[in-house]
Every structure is written in C-alpha cells, then in structure tokens.
C-alpha cells in the first residue's frame, strides 16, 4: 500500500497504520457473526466496556469521539449481499464496537434493506427514542434487539437508572427482545432485583457477571459473590423469565440451525444445563439441531469449501462432539473462516482451525488478522478486502486530523513504529 502524507496543519505525517486497517472495517467477519457499524468510537464510555481492550479504541472511546464512516446503507447492504457468509446465512451484528443506538438512522435503513430471512442482532444500552420505538414496534421476525440494561454501581460509575431503558421497550413485541443484565458486582444488587422484577414475565435474559479480562482498572471492583448470583437467579426463574446466556431462537425464526449446540450439551450436569436443554426442546430448531450427523456428508461439504476458501488440510479432522471438530490446516486462517464454514456446512457444526487468530473468547478482536489471510480474501472474492481498506483509511485519516488539531497524537496512530507492535497484543 502506497503510504501517503496529510498536514494538521504543524506538521506532516507518514500514513503507516496497514497492521490497524481490519479493525477499522465498517464489516467484519467475528465469531459467530457478520458485524457491522456506521460510526466508529463511543459516547459513553462505560468503565468496563471491552472494546476498550483494543488501544487505539480505547483512547477514543475516552475523549467520546463519534466519527461516521461515510458508509452509506444502500452500499452496506451491496457488501453484505456479496459475501459468501451472507449467502450462507451467517446472522448479522449491528452495534459490536460500539452502540447501534448511535447508528440508529443508518441501521434502520439497512434492517429494511435486509432479507427477511436473514437473522439480525441490534445491541444497544441507550434508552430508546420516540423514533426507535415507532421503528422497532413493527414485528420482525428476523430481528432481534439484545438490550443491556446495567444497575447502577458506584465502583463502575454507573449513574442511569436502568429503569429508563426497561420502560422504553415496553411497546416492543417480547420475542423481539433479549435481555443482558449487567455487569453485576457487589454494589449494584438493589439495581438488579428491581431490573428482574421490572422486566416482562417471560423475558430472555442473561445474568452477566462483570469481564475483567484486559481491565487492569477495575481490579479493585468487588465481584458479585456466587451465592448472590443464584439467588438472581431464582428471582428471575420466580419471575417467569427464561434465564439462558443463548439467544439462538434467534436463528430459528427464520428456519436456521445452531451450530454450538454442543457447548450446550457439554456443559457439567447442574440446574441451568436442565433448563437450557429444555428450553432446546421447545425450540421449532431442535430437529436441525441435534439430528445424527453424516460424517462423509459432513467431509464431502468440508472439502469442497475448505478448497473455495484456499485452505488445506494437513491431518484428518477431529471429532469433538455431537456436531464438533477441530482441523489443521497449512496456512494462516481467521475466525471469519470458521464462522463461513459453521453455517455454510448443512446441518450446521462447530468448526476450530487450528490456524485461526487470537481473540475468540474475548469477543472477537480483528486487528491481529494475518495479511496472507486478507490477500486470500481478496483473491477469492470472500470479502471486500479492497473497498474496506479505502474505508478504514479514510476514517483513521479523520481520527488522526482530530486528535492533531487537538495538539495530541495518540501512540497507536503514530508514525514511530509502535503501531504494529501494539495491534499485536491484541487477544
């Protein structure tokens, strides 16, 4: 990539961020969806947001800068459509580095754009405007709204009432929504029952403890003690809410199959694997979901897709679950290729590359992606690989000519060298 200068107007700089490009794309391939965003950075600076994680979000989701990526929906939805993973039915992420309540506009202009068969996710913590509800209180049965609703705890200054966004979802059809509550920690145990005795009978909703992971800042944070989140979790069952960390009925509104059942089934026997297995039961996928699977069928569809996506074998695969396997492969490969090759194969399974970048259990970082992978990715038309660059150029470009007329570069947007080396911490 031919580097090039700008002027902030003191002095010049070299444009030499290539390793920062992929974190930057307005879509990405990420474990188990397609995400997509309009706008880069964050307004509200939640203390323990996981995002954060990454440096050079991290210095922009501090100053609250919200910068647009000039994308518009008609072209957002031409990059989708050509994706193989789109084609293949992977679901869709909008709002994953940042709020999708801040994107409003342009996502709601995408959601219908978008085919109705296709699964959406909508992640947002802000409390809904008149405008959202009207949006949001037409039923779509391939949209799904994951609301975090967060009570209010000192130690992670957080101040909103969390009754706020509870109450502004009240016109939305309840199979539309799906509830994380959390962080929860010690000091925001009032918060929480009042949320769990708020939210609908029969809510979905998952009882999320707080990540430290990445954190440093929140060590001192005392954490819910165990026996308070099963007490949470008794309220909620007394409730009527279904309490499950799996939000895969999702898929199954518009006739799709999950493909991590197995985390499901594999868990230690307890209360809550009863629960989920039933909850599995009652699903309209259950039968895509726990049928016996074809091991030559499955091998014959591995084969032909692993050959489409450039990647080679170099042992067999391993059977580890009822609709698992890990694989080896010779070159460098992504989580976006697991997540193609987990809805494309039919019935769907979970597919681990043995290649595939750090990142998974954190949430899906991008940033470390291999370059080899992307030049495959653009030789074999799995992605935009070249029209996402232009765009994550011009957006780093904006971020650098704000913080320059601000008489401050960050390090990780600097032209001395520590670019590449801080992208590659990234887990």
Not at 43 to 50: L, R, V, W
Not at 172 to 190: A, C, F, R, S, T
Not at 276 to 304: H, M, N, W
Not at 311 to 319: G, M, N, Q, S, T
Request: glycine share 6%.
């Amino acid at each position: 990539m031919e580097k090039k200068t700008f002027n902030t107007g003191e002095r010049q700089y070299r444009r030499v961020y290539e390793p920062l490009l992929p974190e930057y794309y307005p879509i990405k391939l990420i474990g188990a969806f397609i995400s997509l965003d309009f706008i880069v950075g964050c307004a509200f600076n939640c203390s323990f947001c996981i995002s954060k994680r990454h440096p050079s979000r991290k210095e922009l989701f501090e100053r609250g800068l919200v910068i647009d990526n000039r994308v518009a929906p008609e072209k957002m939805y031409h990059w989708l459509k050509s994706l193989p993973s789109y084609q293949a039915g992977v679901q869709i992420r909008i709002g994953h580095d940042t709020d999708a309540g801040l994107e409003f506009e342009k996502s709601s202009q995408l959601i219908d754009l978008i085919d109705n068969e296709h699964s959406i996710t909508y992640l947002t913590r802000k409390p809904l405007n008149e405008n959202e509800r009207d949006f949001f209180a037409k039923y779509r049965s391939n949209l799904l709204l994951k609301l975090t609703t967060t009570p209010r705890s000192k130690s992670l200054s957080i101040t909103r009432d969390p009754l706020d966004l509870v109450h502004s979802a009240e016109p939305i059809d309840n199979k539309m929504l799906y509830w994380v509550v959390g962080p929860l920690v010690n000091d925001n145990q009032e918060d929480t029952e009042r949320i769990l005795k708020t939210l609908p009978k029969g809510s979905r909703l998952f009882l999320k403890n707080l990540n430290y992971y990445g954190l440093p800042h929140l060590d001192q944070v005392k954490p819910l003690a165990e026996q308070d989140y099963k007490r949470f979790e008794q309220v909620a069952l007394d409730q009527g809410h279904i309490v499950t960390e799996w939000f895969c009925d999702s898929l199954a509104r518009v006739n799709k199959g999950f493909f991590d059942v197995d985390k499901i089934e594999q868990q230690p026997d307890s209360p809550k694997k009863e629960r989920e297995i039933a909850y599995c039961k009652s699903c309209s996928s259950y039968p895509i979901c726990y049928t016996p699977l074809d091991v030559k069928g499955f091998r014959d569809q591995l084969d032909k897709h692993l050959e489409f996506l450039g990647l080679h074998l170099i042992d067999e695969p391993r059977r580890t679950g009822n609709r698992s396997f890990e694989i080896k492969v010779a070159e460098p490969s992504s989580r976006g290729e697991e997540t193609y090759l987990n809805h494309v194969i039919n019935p769907p399974v979970s597919i681990n590359i043995n290649t595939r970048e750090q990142g998974r259990s954190q949430g899906g970082s991008f940033c470390n992606i291999d370059g080899e992978v992307l030049k495959r990715w653009y030789q074999n038309g799995f992605f935009p690989v070249t029209e996402l660059n232009n765009v994550a150029e011009n957006v780093l470009d904006d971020i650098r000519r704000i913080f320059g007329k601000r008489g401050y570069i960050p390090k990780t947007f600097s032209d001395n060298g520590g670019l590449a080396l801080e992208c590659k911490k990234c887990k």
